[in-house]
């Protein structure tokens, strides 16, 4: 399958800085990047849709000016969680889809960043 | 709205017995099918997965999974599970339109006993 790649896989941060995770498809164009947020012992839960040169789409309920996502280039996609407080501490999972038989095209998930903040 | 259900929120089992997880869904269209495997602290890795054709797909580690579209529900099976099977296991659904997002399940976590 296809690969993705996230950096870093895992942050410790201080309470009030930003951090930046970089989400990188590395044999394929990803046209869409999704991010989801994972608490210990429980599932995968979407946080944003990004498509490629647009604005993300944020499900309901995660603040779009906390969680800021760019999708500049068809191989990468940035997640920056700002001001972090330790409850924005968690495992940040991206995948990425291309573009190709649209109904068939799976997504491929990246390592995961695990983000601590102190 | 759409939901992914995983019935089995922890399974203990012996070696050599038999594994299913249940997962029903929710959606309203034709969605793909998936099951993942997350072993402790790893990521994410894919099993198997459902487009169409043969309701019965085979993955990887000789698990299998029947899509029973009648009853929404995709579950996972394995004939005889191994000590190194113990992990999470989450069913996810892909919506074959719009942003072609996916939904888990809230994930099944599998202990096998040596």
């Known amino acids: 399958g296809a690969v993705v790649s996230q950096h870093p896989s895992r942050v410790i941060c201080k309470s009030g800085t930003s951090v930046k995770i970089e989400c990188r498809s590395l044999d394929f164009q990803a046209t869409t990047m999704f991010w989801y947020r994972q608490f210990p012992k429980q599932s995968l839960m979407l946080m944003a849709t990004?498509?490629?040169?647009?604005?993300?789409?944020?499900e309901q309920g995660v603040e779009k000016d906390k969680f800021l996502i760019n999708h500049a280039s068809l191989t990468l996609s940035t997640l920056t969680v700002t001001s972090a407080h330790p409850e924005d501490s968690s495992f940040y999972i991206c995948?990425?889809?291309?573009?190709?038989?649209?109904?068939?095209?799976?997504?491929?998930f990246g390592q995961g960043t695990r983000l601590t903040v102190v | 709205a759409q939901s992914v259900s995983q019935h089995n929120h922890h399974v203990i089992l012996s070696e050599a017995a038999s594994l299913e997880l249940g997962c029903n869904y929710s959606?309203?269209?034709?969605?793909?099918l998936f099951w993942y495997v997350q072993y402790p602290g790893q990521h994410l890795q894919l099993l198997l997965k459902y487009f169409s054709g043969d309701p019965l797909v085979k993955g990887i580690k000789g698990f299998e999974a029947e899509f029973i579209k009648s009853k929404f529900s995709f579950n996972l099976r394995k004939p005889s599970v191994q000590w190194s099977d113990t992990a999470e296991y989450f069913c996810a659904v892909q919506a074959r339109w719009g942003t072609y997002k996916y939904i888990f399940g809230t994930g099944t976590r599998l202990k096998v006993l040596a």
């Open positions: 990004s498509n490629e040169g647009s604005k993300a789409t944020y």
């Open positions: 995948s990425a889809r291309g573009q190709g038989g649209a109904m068939n095209t799976e997504a491929f």
């Open positions: 959606y309203g269209g034709t969605v793909n």
